[in-house]
């Protein structure tokens, strides 16, 4: 493989596709590359692993049906952030709803996706992050597992740099104040 | 920042890290997708709102017509401006040719500007050089694509007698060494510099930053190959390669250790740059 050809997949590795890729190709080293890292994005936003892994898969059938429509390939994975921060928010709007109108008695015998998200449930600082506004909680996630940049926070959030900021420190604050409550 | 802040900072990354490890996604995520993919209609969304849209819009352009026609008939249409002034052009383009003082003295202004750039261009080596690789990278004898063609790499041109005068290998290197990789050389020495400089004083951040500047360095360098007649063993592919290599290990490290430890490769870089100028050095001694 010729240096450029090897520099091309990397590059993929780290979210940028050539352009000349097609949509199945770009769309297979995205998944093997990242899926995993969005999917505990995307877990740690809805509290939910299955719901997760459904937000995750429709970012990536969305993005393999625009794919001709992307306009910068180089983005590939700042779009895939961004769509799953949008879904995760949807279906937290949307299960808002169903909760305020049909409120649903917890399941008795426990499975083991349940286990994990009573796993999840069990750290402290996500009990306390799950109790904070969304947007001051995705902008923890992302800044803190994530290790993003206020730059990619403000483009997979869809907002300002400066509101990064605000969210980012009126998050930080807020949650410190949740966990001093606890102890 | 103050040092508690650091900490609860540290604190809430490690939790989420912790947190994050116990989410394990199901094997099958890529089969799934790819049959939601497949399962999708094959007409997009805004197709079919087009198309929706369509009969509308033929109806609105049919009204407009055919109120224009009527307009026409009577005598009070609004493209009769612009027809008339179609109808002039002809005599217009008549007139300007009788009257050459109207375009002869700009036509030859711009002849005589022309002329004077590609004199300038032609007489100073170093952008003669420069405008030779970029007719042969516009005419399809790209070295990004095809180095060691057959061609042998790189030809740079020089001016009218591209095809017949054979170019030396030293020739090749200049035209490579002066071209835009210079940018991208320029841009790596500068990091390669500093960074030990903030390793030693255990300068985080500084490395961090010097170590992203390493990717689009090497994806500089990599779209501007050696000429192989320079680099019969290929030294400098290794060399590029080494250098993304770093500058992605630190982009996706996360903790300022993993950085430091991406940017102790570097060394070997810097070894392996002085192996390739030896290398370069050597052949061109020859030559």
């Not at chain 2, 352009?61 to 055919?66: E, I, L, M, T, Y």
Request: charged share 20%.
């Amino acid at each position: 493989m010729h240096v450029i050809e090897t520099l091309a997949v990397s590059e993929a590795a780290l979210g940028s596709v050539p352009a000349q890729w097609d949509a199945e190709r770009a769309i297979t080293t995205l998944y093997g590359a990242h899926y995993r890292t969005l999917v505990r994005l995307a877990a740690l936003l809805v509290r939910d692993v299955a719901t997760a892994e459904e937000v995750v898969q429709e970012s990536f059938i969305a993005m393999h049906a625009s794919w001709r429509k992307l306009r910068d390939t180089d983005k590939a994975l700042s779009y895939l952030r961004q769509s799953v921060v949008n879904r995760s928010r949807s279906v937290l709007r949307h299960r808002v709803v169903v909760d305020r109108n049909a409120p649903m008695p917890p399941p008795l015998a426990p499975s083991a996706e349940q286990g994990a998200i009573v796993a999840l449930e069990r750290s402290a600082v996500v009990c306390a992050l799950h109790r904070l506004p969304a947007r001051q909680r995705e902008a923890l996630v992302l800044r803190y597992y994530y290790d993003l940049s206020e730059a990619q926070i403000a483009s997979a959030m869809g907002i300002s740099r400066g509101a990064v900021k605000s969210h980012t420190a009126r998050g930080l604050s807020s949650l410190r104040a949740v966990l001093e409550m606890e102890v | 920042m103050t040092e508690p802040d650091r900490k609860f900072e540290e604190e809430i990354r490690r939790a989420l890290y912790a947190a994050g490890d116990l989410v394990v996604p199901a094997g099958d995520g890529l089969n799934k997708i790819r049959e939601r993919a497949a399962r999708q209609p094959p007409a997009p969304g805004w197709f079919a709102a087009r198309v929706a849209r369509l009969p509308r819009q033929l109806a609105r352009g049919a009204g407009v017509a055919a109120s224009e026609i009527a307009a026409t008939t009577r005598g009070y249409s609004s493209l009769g401006p612009l027809r008339a002034s179609v109808r002039r052009w002809p005599g217009q383009a008549r007139h300007a040719l009788r009257t050459p003082g109207m375009w002869l003295r700009p036509a030859l202004a711009t002849a005589a500007a022309l002329l004077l750039v590609i004199g300038v261009t032609l007489s100073i080596p170093r952008l003669r050089a420069t405008v030779g690789a970029q007719l042969d990278s516009a005419f399809g004898n790209s070295s990004g694509h095809s180095p060691g063609g057959a061609l042998g790499g790189h030809m740079p041109s020089s001016g009218s007698h591209r095809a017949s005068a054979p170019v030396s290998c030293r020739q090749q290197y200049e035209t490579w060494e002066h071209g835009p990789v210079q940018d991208s050389m320029g841009s790596l020495r500068a990091v390669l510099k500093t960074i030990p400089a903030d390793r030693k004083s255990g300068n985080a951040a500084g490395v961090r930053s010097g170590m992203r500047e390493l990717v689009p360095a090497a994806l500089g360098l990599a779209s501007h190959p050696l000429p192989p007649c320079v680099d019969p063993a290929g030294l400098y592919d290794t060399f590029v390669t080494r250098v993304y290599t770093a500058g992605s290990g630190a982009r996706s490290a996360k903790a300022a250790g993993a950085v430091l430890r991406a940017a102790a490769s570097l060394n070997q870089v810097t070894k392996l740059g002085r192996q390739l100028a030896a290398e370069i050095n050597r052949v061109l001694a020859k030559n």
